[in-house]
């Protein structure tokens, strides 16, 4: 059979420990047996990363942006451990950190359903999508502990010289007294990067804060939604037939649990981190859930939204098979070749995507499943079968072909 063929390169970034060892089963078993891969290969193995003084994580970052579509396996975020475990120079930056501040994106994470594993809310028969926004906010604050009584001000020096002072509280003892903040640009992009993934996906948006109680800080960010909706995607929407909404967090949270899901849930820094954990444990599994990175200049990151599995690592090494689940790496890989595919029209590439998503679900559909998903597994007369990763690959491998 002749292999898919494609002429722009997909960025290609290798990353850690067990899911390193996935990675490349996954192409060898499922995919370059019917994809002839082109890729410009980036290292971002911690040991290359090191070697390179973290270069390499700058130029994948670099050639995500040229080439428009990179997928990427999970790496390890150094700690005080890693730097002892890896002899490494210095404590390294996360990379996706890296990665998104250079493209200055938002992360979408979407869970993966299949009919077999049943969400725990049970209404969800669709992804409930977080677009979760990645600047500022109570992540970029200063903190002061104040231990005796005192007043605290919020000013900001203008570069003009006119200063605006807001008198924050009189302590009439010890506290504490935070000042946070957030800029236009940041939030216009991240409301850019909802509305264009909304178009690509064709989900409704529906974005929440807390305007009633912060009016001008997430006020700020309720206009500047609501301004850039206006601005063009208003009839984008209006002609693929889906919908942007704003309402209050609290009402928003109590909507989308009483929801079938379906939407892309966009949230500020915080209410994101918290949410999206929430929704990912809804679903199930760490390891059924995909993230992609989106810039707001349309180019686009996938992987998986778990970490580089370390505890199975170190029995892979010791000489176990795992049953380590490689569903959301391998959906990363079809998600950034089915983008590859609707970037430079090569409708055979998107196909394939397609074919391989369906040959997973169909796998674990059918009771051939990994460890992590045992307790979830719901499908009446099947007793489910846990196998190791490579025999899991092997069997979707039969599915797909
Ligand atoms: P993790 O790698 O996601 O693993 C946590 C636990 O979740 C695992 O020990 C395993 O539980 C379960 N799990 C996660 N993915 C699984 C899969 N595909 N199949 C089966 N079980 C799975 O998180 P972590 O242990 O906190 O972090 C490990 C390393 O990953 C760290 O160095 C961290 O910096 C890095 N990390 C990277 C990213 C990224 O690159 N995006 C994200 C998060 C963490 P059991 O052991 O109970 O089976
Ligand atoms: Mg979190």
Same mark, same amino acid.
Request: with cysteine; aromatic share 12%.
């Given at each position: ?18 899911t ?14 019917? %994809?002839?891969l082109n ?7 911690l040991? =290359?990363?090191?070697?390179t ?34 002899? $490494? ?18 992360? !979408?994470?979407?869970?993966? $359903?299949?009919?077999?594993?049943r ?5 969800? #028969? ?11 906010? %109570? ?21 003009d ?8 509280? @009189?302590?009439?003892?010890?506290? %504490?007294?935070?000042?946070i903040?957030n800029? /236009? ?7 850019? &990067?909802?509305?264009? =993934?909304?178009? /690509? %996906? ?27 909706y ?61 993230s992609?990175?989106? &810039? ?8 998986a ?8 690592? =170190? @029995? ?10 490689p569903?959301? #790496?391998? !959906?990363?890989? #079809? ?16 196909a ?16 051939y ?6 307790a ?12 190791t990763? @490579?025999? !899991?690959? @092997? ?7």
């Amino acid at each position: 059979m002749a292999r898919i063929k494609y002429s722009t390169p997909i960025v290609e970034m290798q990353g850690d420990e067990m899911t390193r060892i996935l990675w490349d089963w996954i192409k060898e078993i499922l995919i370059e047996p019917y %994809v002839e891969l082109n890729c410009e290969y980036y290292d971002l193995g911690l040991p =290359y990363r090191d070697g390179t003084n973290d270069e390499v994580t700058i130029s994948a970052a670099a050639a995500i942006k040229k080439y428009g579509v990179g997928v990427k396996c999970a790496t390890i975020t150094p700690n005080a451990a890693r730097v002892a475990e890896y002899g $490494l120079k210095k404590m390294w930056a996360s990379p996706n950190g890296t990665i998104r501040a250079y493209l200055d994106g938002t992360v !979408f994470r979407e869970p993966i $359903l299949c009919d077999a594993i049943r969400p725990y809310i049970p209404a969800w #028969t669709s992804p409930v999508v977080i677009a979760r926004h990645a600047y500022g906010d %109570v992540y970029k604050n200063s903190e002061i502990r104040a231990d005796r009584a005192c007043e605290a001000f919020l000013e900001v020096r203008y570069d003009d010289g006119e200063i605006s002072r807001e008198k924050i509280a @009189r302590l009439d003892g010890a506290g %504490v007294v935070q000042g946070i903040h957030n800029t /236009d640009a940041s939030i216009e992009n991240f409301a850019r &990067s909802c509305f264009n =993934y909304a178009l /690509d %996906v064709k989900r409704d948006v529906w974005f929440a804060s807390k305007d009633t109680i912060s009016k001008t800080y997430d006020g700020r960010f309720k206009d500047i939604f609501a301004e850039v909706y206006e601005s063009g995607y208003k009839t984008e929407f209006e002609k693929v037939g889906i919908k942007y909404e704003y309402s209050l967090i609290d009402d928003s949270v109590a909507r989308v649990i009483r929801s079938n899901g379906g939407m892309i849930w966009a949230l500020k820094n915080y209410d994101g981190d918290v949410m999206s954990d929430m929704v990912a444990t809804a679903f199930g599994s760490l390891a059924m859930m995909t993230s992609v990175l989106v &810039s707001p200049s349309g180019a686009y990151e996938y992987e998986a939204a778990h970490g580089t599995v370390t505890r199975h690592y =170190y @029995r892979y090494r010791g000489g176990e098979e795992t049953s380590t689940n490689p569903v959301a #790496t391998i !959906f990363a890989w #079809t998600g950034a070749l089915r983008k590859r595919g609707e970037k430079d029209g090569v409708p055979a590439l998107c196909a394939f995507a397609g074919k391989l998503e369906t040959a997973v679900k169909k796998t674990i559909n059918d009771g051939y499943i990994t460890g992590d998903l045992k307790a979830l597994f719901d499908a009446d007369g099947i007793t489910p079968r846990v196998m190791t990763t @490579r025999d !899991f690959l @092997r069997k979707t491998a039969t599915e797909l072909r």
